[in-house]
Protein backbone atom coordinates (compact mmCIF):
# COMPACT_ATOMS: atom_id res chain seq x y z
CA UNK A 1 0.00 0.00 0.00
CA UNK A 2 1.27 3.32 -0.77
CA UNK A 3 1.10 5.99 1.65
CA UNK A 4 1.55 9.82 0.74
CA UNK A 5 3.05 10.52 4.15
CA UNK A 6 4.14 14.23 2.48
CA UNK A 7 0.10 14.91 2.15
CA UNK A 8 0.55 15.07 6.08
CA UNK A 9 2.92 18.00 6.03
CA UNK A 10 1.17 19.61 2.88
CA UNK A 11 -2.29 21.82 4.29
CA UNK A 12 -3.23 22.53 0.90
CA UNK A 13 -2.35 19.41 -0.69
CA UNK A 14 -4.26 17.34 2.26
CA UNK A 15 -7.24 19.21 1.27
CA UNK A 16 -7.42 19.14 -2.57
CA UNK A 17 -6.90 15.37 -1.40
CA UNK A 18 -9.36 14.84 0.82
CA UNK A 19 -12.63 13.84 -1.21
CA UNK A 20 -15.54 15.22 0.18
CA UNK A 21 -14.19 18.18 2.06
CA UNK A 22 -14.34 15.80 5.39
CA UNK A 23 -11.67 17.80 6.93
CA UNK A 24 -13.90 21.10 6.32
CA UNK A 25 -16.73 19.03 7.75
CA UNK A 26 -15.56 17.98 10.75
CA UNK A 27 -14.13 21.33 11.64
CA UNK A 28 -17.16 23.09 11.52
CA UNK A 29 -18.89 20.19 14.15
CA UNK A 30 -18.85 22.93 16.73
CA UNK A 31 -20.85 24.81 14.48
CA UNK A 32 -23.00 22.10 13.82
CA UNK A 33 -23.64 21.67 17.88
CA UNK A 34 -24.36 25.16 18.28
CA UNK A 35 -26.86 25.39 15.68
CA UNK A 36 -28.91 21.96 16.97
CA UNK A 37 -28.74 23.60 20.07
CA UNK A 38 -30.61 26.50 18.86
CA UNK A 39 -33.30 24.71 17.85
CA UNK A 40 -35.90 25.58 20.64
CA UNK A 41 -34.89 29.26 19.99
CA UNK A 42 -35.37 29.26 16.30
CA UNK A 43 -37.83 26.47 15.79
CA UNK A 44 -40.96 27.45 17.96
CA UNK A 45 -42.54 24.23 16.50
CA UNK A 46 -39.81 21.88 18.23
CA UNK A 47 -40.29 24.37 21.34
CA UNK A 48 -44.26 23.37 21.16
CA UNK A 49 -43.27 19.92 21.29
CA UNK A 50 -40.76 19.56 23.78
CA UNK A 51 -43.06 21.18 26.29
CA UNK A 52 -46.11 18.83 24.77
CA UNK A 53 -43.66 15.71 25.96
CA UNK A 54 -42.24 17.16 29.51
CA UNK A 55 -45.57 17.60 30.43
CA UNK A 56 -46.21 13.77 30.29
CA UNK A 57 -43.87 13.19 32.80
CA UNK A 58 -41.02 10.88 33.18
CA UNK A 59 -41.43 7.29 31.53
CA UNK A 60 -40.72 4.04 33.05
CA UNK A 61 -37.52 3.59 30.33
CA UNK A 62 -36.27 5.13 27.34
CA UNK A 63 -35.74 3.07 24.60
CA UNK A 64 -33.48 4.72 21.73
CA UNK A 65 -34.22 3.27 17.79
CA UNK A 66 -31.12 3.47 16.04
CA UNK A 67 -29.48 2.10 13.31
CA UNK A 68 -25.89 3.14 11.86
CA UNK A 69 -25.40 6.66 12.88
CA UNK A 70 -28.25 6.68 15.40
CA UNK A 71 -27.25 4.04 16.78
CA UNK A 72 -24.01 5.39 17.63
CA UNK A 73 -26.79 8.61 19.04
CA UNK A 74 -28.04 5.46 21.13
CA UNK A 75 -24.52 4.92 21.84
CA UNK A 76 -23.63 8.10 23.22
CA UNK A 77 -26.96 9.16 24.97
CA UNK A 78 -25.94 6.19 27.24
CA UNK A 79 -22.53 6.71 28.00
CA UNK A 80 -23.24 10.42 28.35
CA UNK A 81 -25.77 10.01 30.92
CA UNK A 82 -23.68 7.12 32.82
CA UNK A 83 -24.94 6.73 36.13
CA UNK A 84 -26.99 10.22 36.16
CA UNK A 85 -29.70 8.40 34.33
CA UNK A 86 -32.99 8.83 35.93
CA UNK A 87 -34.70 5.48 34.38
CA UNK A 88 -32.86 2.81 32.22
CA UNK A 89 -31.64 3.20 28.98
CA UNK A 90 -32.23 0.67 26.52
CA UNK A 91 -30.32 1.17 22.81
CA UNK A 92 -32.37 -1.51 20.43
CA UNK A 93 -31.53 -1.46 16.84
CA UNK A 94 -34.66 -2.99 15.48
CA UNK A 95 -36.59 -4.01 13.71
CA UNK A 96 -38.05 -5.67 16.88
CA UNK A 97 -39.08 -4.16 20.47
CA UNK A 98 -38.36 -6.06 23.73
CA UNK A 99 -41.50 -7.50 24.82
CA UNK A 100 -41.98 -5.65 27.67
CA UNK A 101 -42.03 -2.23 25.96
CA UNK A 102 -45.56 -0.52 26.44
CA UNK A 103 -47.48 2.68 27.23
CA UNK A 104 -45.46 3.65 30.20
CA UNK A 105 -42.11 3.58 28.03
CA UNK A 106 -40.43 6.69 25.59
CA UNK A 107 -39.88 5.02 22.40
CA UNK A 108 -36.72 7.67 20.67
CA UNK A 109 -35.98 7.18 17.01
CA UNK A 110 -32.73 9.08 16.19
CA UNK A 111 -32.23 8.86 12.51
CA UNK A 112 -30.22 10.68 9.95
CA UNK A 113 -31.67 9.61 6.84
CA UNK A 114 -35.17 8.76 7.78
CA UNK A 115 -35.30 6.18 5.83
CA UNK A 116 -34.02 2.58 7.69
CA UNK A 117 -36.59 -0.02 7.46
CA UNK A 118 -35.49 -1.68 10.40
CA UNK A 119 -36.25 1.74 12.25
CA UNK A 120 -39.85 2.06 10.75
CA UNK A 121 -40.82 -1.37 11.60
CA UNK A 122 -40.13 -0.92 15.56
CA UNK A 123 -41.80 2.84 15.18
CA UNK A 124 -44.93 1.18 13.27
CA UNK A 125 -44.79 -1.26 16.27
CA UNK A 126 -44.22 1.07 19.20
CA UNK A 127 -47.49 3.31 17.70
CA UNK A 128 -49.55 -0.11 17.77
CA UNK A 129 -48.53 -0.65 21.69
CA UNK A 130 -49.48 2.80 22.49
CA UNK A 131 -46.27 3.83 23.57
CA UNK A 132 -45.00 7.14 23.52
CA UNK A 133 -42.79 7.94 20.72
CA UNK A 134 -40.40 11.05 19.81
CA UNK A 135 -38.40 11.02 16.75
CA UNK A 136 -35.51 13.07 15.44
CA UNK A 137 -35.54 13.16 11.67
CA UNK A 138 -35.83 14.45 8.53
CA UNK A 139 -39.55 15.71 8.67
CA UNK A 140 -40.13 14.78 5.08
CA UNK A 141 -38.49 11.39 5.16
CA UNK A 142 -40.61 7.87 5.60
CA UNK A 143 -39.73 8.10 9.26
CA UNK A 144 -40.52 11.74 9.88
CA UNK A 145 -44.00 11.24 7.84
CA UNK A 146 -44.71 7.45 9.96
CA UNK A 147 -44.15 9.75 13.28
CA UNK A 148 -47.21 11.72 12.69
CA UNK A 149 -48.85 8.79 12.15
CA UNK A 150 -48.24 6.98 15.15
CA UNK A 151 -49.01 10.27 16.79
CA UNK A 152 -45.44 10.94 17.85
CA UNK A 153 -43.69 13.98 18.65
CA UNK A 154 -41.61 14.87 15.64
CA UNK A 155 -38.47 16.88 16.23
CA UNK A 156 -36.89 18.10 12.91
CA UNK A 157 -33.78 17.60 12.13
CA UNK A 158 -33.05 20.15 9.32
CA UNK A 159 -29.02 19.21 8.08
CA UNK A 160 -29.94 17.29 4.97
CA UNK A 161 -27.56 19.31 2.73
CA UNK A 162 -24.41 17.16 4.74
CA UNK A 163 -23.12 14.05 4.18
CA UNK A 164 -24.95 11.40 6.69
CA UNK A 165 -21.68 10.40 8.42
CA UNK A 166 -21.49 14.29 9.77
CA UNK A 167 -24.95 14.38 10.63
CA UNK A 168 -24.08 12.74 13.69
CA UNK A 169 -24.60 15.65 15.99
CA UNK A 170 -27.41 17.34 14.10
CA UNK A 171 -29.41 14.41 15.49
CA UNK A 172 -27.88 13.65 18.84
CA UNK A 173 -28.36 16.96 20.11
CA UNK A 174 -32.18 17.23 19.87
CA UNK A 175 -32.25 13.27 21.18
CA UNK A 176 -30.60 14.71 24.08
CA UNK A 177 -33.04 17.41 24.65
CA UNK A 178 -35.79 15.02 24.41
CA UNK A 179 -34.08 12.88 27.09
CA UNK A 180 -33.35 16.33 29.11
CA UNK A 181 -37.49 17.29 28.88
CA UNK A 182 -38.60 13.44 29.98
CA UNK A 183 -36.82 13.77 33.15
CA UNK A 184 -34.25 11.12 32.31
CA UNK A 185 -30.91 13.31 32.17
CA UNK A 186 -30.01 16.62 33.56
CA UNK A 187 -29.42 19.88 31.85
CA UNK A 188 -26.56 19.38 29.24
CA UNK A 189 -23.85 22.03 28.44
CA UNK A 190 -24.18 21.42 24.64
CA UNK A 191 -22.05 25.25 24.84
CA UNK A 192 -19.33 23.60 26.49
CA UNK A 193 -19.29 20.65 24.00
CA UNK A 194 -19.22 22.98 21.01
CA UNK A 195 -16.56 25.02 22.60
CA UNK A 196 -14.77 21.31 22.78
CA UNK A 197 -15.35 20.78 19.07
CA UNK A 198 -13.67 23.69 18.00
CA UNK A 199 -10.64 23.08 20.38
CA UNK A 200 -10.32 19.85 18.31
CA UNK A 201 -10.65 21.88 14.63
CA UNK A 202 -7.41 24.27 16.02
CA UNK A 203 -5.58 20.76 17.80
CA UNK A 204 -5.95 18.97 14.50
CA UNK A 205 -6.32 21.12 11.86
CA UNK A 206 -4.32 20.37 8.62
CA UNK A 207 -1.97 23.01 9.03
CA UNK A 208 -0.44 21.40 12.34
CA UNK A 209 2.42 19.11 11.65
CA UNK A 210 2.00 15.57 12.60
CA UNK A 211 4.48 15.48 15.61
CA UNK A 212 2.39 17.72 17.32
CA UNK A 213 -0.64 16.43 15.67
CA UNK A 214 -2.64 13.54 17.29
CA UNK A 215 -4.96 12.94 14.35
CA UNK A 216 -2.34 12.69 12.05
CA UNK A 217 -0.23 10.61 14.40
CA UNK A 218 -2.97 8.03 14.48
CA UNK A 219 -3.66 8.06 10.81
CA UNK A 220 0.42 6.84 10.06
CA UNK A 221 0.00 4.40 13.01
CA UNK A 222 -3.08 3.51 10.53
CA UNK A 223 -1.03 3.12 7.52
CA UNK A 224 1.78 1.93 8.67
CA UNK A 225 1.16 -0.90 11.33
CA UNK A 226 -2.07 -3.26 11.96
CA UNK A 227 -3.46 -0.69 14.45
CA UNK A 228 -5.56 -1.70 17.73
CA UNK A 229 -8.15 1.33 19.27
CA UNK A 230 -8.23 0.18 23.50
CA UNK A 231 -10.76 3.20 24.93
CA UNK A 232 -10.57 4.39 28.97
CA UNK A 233 -13.76 5.50 29.55
CA UNK A 234 -17.88 4.97 28.32
CA UNK A 235 -17.55 8.21 26.07
CA UNK A 236 -13.99 6.98 25.09
CA UNK A 237 -15.75 3.47 23.74
CA UNK A 238 -18.13 5.75 21.65
CA UNK A 239 -15.55 7.27 20.10
CA UNK A 240 -13.08 4.15 19.38
CA UNK A 241 -15.78 2.72 17.74
CA UNK A 242 -16.62 5.73 15.67
CA UNK A 243 -12.55 5.74 14.88
CA UNK A 244 -13.13 1.94 13.52
CA UNK A 245 -16.53 3.03 11.40
CA UNK A 246 -15.08 5.94 9.74
CA UNK A 247 -11.90 4.06 9.54
CA UNK A 248 -12.92 1.46 7.18
CA UNK A 249 -15.97 4.15 5.03
CA UNK A 250 -12.81 6.86 4.47
CA UNK A 251 -9.93 4.35 3.62
CA UNK A 252 -11.35 0.70 3.41
CA UNK A 253 -9.10 -0.24 6.66
CA UNK A 254 -10.17 -2.99 9.40
CA UNK A 255 -9.92 -1.96 12.83
CA UNK A 256 -10.16 -3.77 16.01
CA UNK A 257 -11.33 -1.97 19.26
CA UNK A 258 -12.19 -2.38 22.40
CA UNK A 259 -12.88 -0.76 26.11
CA UNK A 260 -11.52 -1.42 29.32
CA UNK A 261 -12.09 -3.38 31.45
CA UNK A 262 -13.16 -5.83 28.55
CA UNK A 263 -9.47 -5.77 27.39
CA UNK A 264 -8.63 -8.64 29.72
CA UNK A 265 -11.06 -10.68 28.41
CA UNK A 266 -8.88 -10.78 24.91
CA UNK A 267 -7.41 -8.39 23.24
CA UNK A 268 -4.42 -7.65 25.71
CA UNK A 269 -3.27 -10.95 23.47
CA UNK A 270 -2.40 -9.15 20.94
CA UNK A 271 0.99 -7.81 23.13
CA UNK A 272 1.77 -11.38 22.77
CA UNK A 273 0.84 -12.09 19.10
CA UNK A 274 3.23 -12.23 16.08
CA UNK A 275 2.47 -8.84 15.48
CA UNK A 276 3.79 -7.81 17.92
CA UNK A 277 6.99 -9.73 17.97
CA UNK A 278 9.93 -7.92 17.01
CA UNK A 279 8.21 -4.69 17.29
CA UNK A 280 11.05 -3.53 19.46
CA UNK A 281 14.04 -4.44 17.88
CA UNK A 282 16.08 -1.42 16.58
CA UNK A 283 17.52 -2.69 13.98
CA UNK A 284 13.95 -3.90 12.42
CA UNK A 285 13.66 -2.13 8.81
CA UNK A 286 10.13 -1.46 8.25
CA UNK A 287 10.34 -1.51 4.54
CA UNK A 288 12.86 -4.78 4.24
CA UNK A 289 10.88 -6.53 6.98
CA UNK A 290 7.33 -5.26 6.71
CA UNK A 291 5.51 -2.72 8.35
CA UNK A 292 2.12 -3.76 7.75
CA UNK A 293 3.20 -6.41 10.34
CA UNK A 294 3.46 -4.65 13.30
CA UNK A 295 1.12 -4.15 15.58
CA UNK A 296 0.12 -0.18 17.27
CA UNK A 297 -2.24 0.63 19.79
CA UNK A 298 -4.36 3.94 20.13
CA UNK A 299 -5.24 4.38 23.36
CA UNK A 300 -8.81 7.15 23.73
CA UNK A 301 -8.95 7.80 27.45
CA UNK A 302 -11.18 10.26 29.74
CA UNK A 303 -9.46 12.21 32.27
CA UNK A 304 -9.59 9.80 35.29
CA UNK A 305 -12.12 7.09 33.59
CA UNK A 306 -10.22 4.45 34.80
CA UNK A 307 -6.64 3.29 36.83
CA UNK A 308 -6.36 0.54 35.33
CA UNK A 309 -4.95 2.78 31.57
CA UNK A 310 -1.36 3.12 33.56
CA UNK A 311 -1.24 -0.36 33.34
CA UNK A 312 -2.22 -0.98 29.82
CA UNK A 313 0.34 1.92 29.10
CA UNK A 314 2.81 0.22 30.38
CA UNK A 315 2.54 -3.14 29.19
CA UNK A 316 2.01 -1.71 25.89
CA UNK A 317 5.55 -0.08 26.01
CA UNK A 318 7.40 -2.72 27.81
CA UNK A 319 6.50 -4.90 25.06
CA UNK A 320 8.12 -2.66 22.70
CA UNK A 321 4.95 -1.39 20.60
CA UNK A 322 3.83 2.17 18.89
CA UNK A 323 1.57 3.48 21.60
CA UNK A 324 -0.32 6.74 21.05
CA UNK A 325 -2.57 7.75 23.59
CA UNK A 326 -5.26 10.79 23.62
CA UNK A 327 -6.77 11.84 26.85
CA UNK A 328 -9.96 14.20 26.97
CA UNK A 329 -9.58 16.43 30.00
CA UNK A 330 -12.58 18.10 29.87
CA UNK A 331 -15.08 18.22 33.03
CA UNK A 332 -18.46 17.81 30.95
CA UNK A 333 -19.01 14.40 29.38
CA UNK A 334 -20.84 15.55 26.56
CA UNK A 335 -17.42 17.59 26.07
CA UNK A 336 -15.58 14.78 25.96
CA UNK A 337 -17.30 13.09 23.45
CA UNK A 338 -17.31 16.16 20.89
CA UNK A 339 -13.51 16.41 21.36
CA UNK A 340 -12.34 12.76 21.11
CA UNK A 341 -15.37 12.02 18.24
CA UNK A 342 -14.06 14.73 15.99
CA UNK A 343 -10.32 13.21 16.76
CA UNK A 344 -12.02 10.22 15.45
CA UNK A 345 -13.50 11.88 12.32
CA UNK A 346 -10.01 14.10 12.02
CA UNK A 347 -7.84 11.12 11.89
CA UNK A 348 -10.08 8.37 9.97
CA UNK A 349 -9.92 11.83 6.96
CA UNK A 350 -6.27 12.26 7.06
CA UNK A 351 -6.04 8.56 6.80
CA UNK A 352 -7.88 8.28 3.62
CA UNK A 353 -5.66 11.16 2.12
CA UNK A 354 -2.38 8.86 3.48
CA UNK A 355 -3.69 5.77 1.30
CA UNK A 356 -4.98 7.89 -1.23
CA UNK A 357 -8.47 6.74 -0.94
CA UNK A 358 -10.39 7.20 -4.47
CA UNK A 359 -13.78 9.35 -4.39
CA UNK A 360 -16.10 6.32 -4.97
CA UNK A 361 -14.66 4.91 -1.36
CA UNK A 362 -17.72 3.52 0.09
CA UNK A 363 -19.68 2.64 -2.99
CA UNK A 364 -20.45 -0.50 -1.60
CA UNK A 365 -22.48 0.70 1.59
CA UNK A 366 -24.64 3.39 -1.26
CA UNK A 367 -24.81 -0.29 -3.33
CA UNK A 368 -25.85 -2.07 -0.10
CA UNK A 369 -28.63 0.65 0.50
CA UNK A 370 -30.01 0.77 -2.37
CA UNK A 371 -30.29 -3.06 -3.20
CA UNK A 372 -32.07 -3.45 0.23
CA UNK A 373 -34.25 -0.48 -0.25
CA UNK A 374 -35.48 -2.28 -3.49
Given at each position: MELHEDLLSDAEGAERADHGGTLRLTAATGARIRRAAALREFEPEAERALRALGADGRPRALVILGYGTGATVAQLITAVAGAAAAVPIVPVPGPALPGWVGPLDLVLVASTAGRAPEIAAALAEAGRRGTRVAVVA??????????????????????DSAPVWARLWSVAVPALMVAETAGILPP????????????AAVRF????EPFVNPA???????GECTPSVWASGHVAAVAAERLGDQTALRAGLPVTHAALPALGSGLLGLLDGPLASGAGDI???PFEDGAEQSAAVIL?????????????????????LLLTTVTAEQEDPLA????????????AAYLAV????SPDQGRTIDEYRLRTAQ
Amino acid sequence: MELHEDLLSDAEGAERADHGGTLRLTAATGARIRRAAALREFEPEAERALRALGADGRPRALVILGYGTGATVAQLITAVAGAAAAVPIVPVPGPALPGWVGPLDLVLVASTAGRAPEIAAALAEAGRRGTRVAVVAPPASAIGRLCEQVRGTLIPMDDDSAPVWARLWSVAVPALMVAETAGILPPQSYAAAASAADEAAVRFRPSQEPFVNPAKEIALRFGECTPSVWASGHVAAVAAERLGDQTALRAGLPVTHAALPALGSGLLGLLDGPLASGAGDIFRDPFEDGAEQSAAVILLAEQGADPRLKVVESLVRDRGLLLTTVTAEQEDPLARAAFLIALADFAAAYLAVLVGASPDQGRTIDEYRLRTAQ
